[in-house]
């Protein structure tokens, strides 16, 4: 996870809220099976958009209060920020291609 930051409620406002960089977070627990399936998903998109987006990964179970204030009601769950407000996301497991999609228009947003 060299690419990934994880993120806790404690680090939460200086790694999301303040990212100069679009930012994706991937809400997830130790228990979901979809989450782990689109685990490696992640770790390729944080490599192939290193410099470009940050990618954070936050626990759910651990952060319930982060998780609730996004009303957080499915996982996975991919929230992407822009100066520290939502600008869209994605529910549930999806491809590669659906990903990078959403990616490319986050990014291309100025």
């Known amino acids: 996870m ?4 994880d993120v806790t409620s404690t680090s939460w406002d200086e790694e999301v809220m303040k990212s100069t960089d679009p930012v994706m977070v991937d809400f997830w627990a130790e228990w979901c099976g979809p989450c782990k399936m689109i685990a490696p998903t992640i770790e390729e998109l ?4 290193s410099g470009q987006l940050k990618v954070c990964k936050l626990n759910t179970d651990d952060n319930p209060d ?18 520290g407000a939502v600008i869209d ?4 497991a999806a491809s590669k291609k659906q990903f990078k999609d959403k990616i490319d ?3 291309s947003q100025s």
């Open 89 to 92: 996301k994605v529910v549930g």
């Open 105 to 107: 228009a986050v990014l």
């Open 2 to 5: 060299g690419n990934i930051v």
């Open 46 to 49: 944080a490599q192939e958009y």
């Open 66 to 83: 982060i998780s609730s204030q996004y009303q957080i009601m499915g996982i996975p769950s991919l929230l992407f920020f822009k100066n």
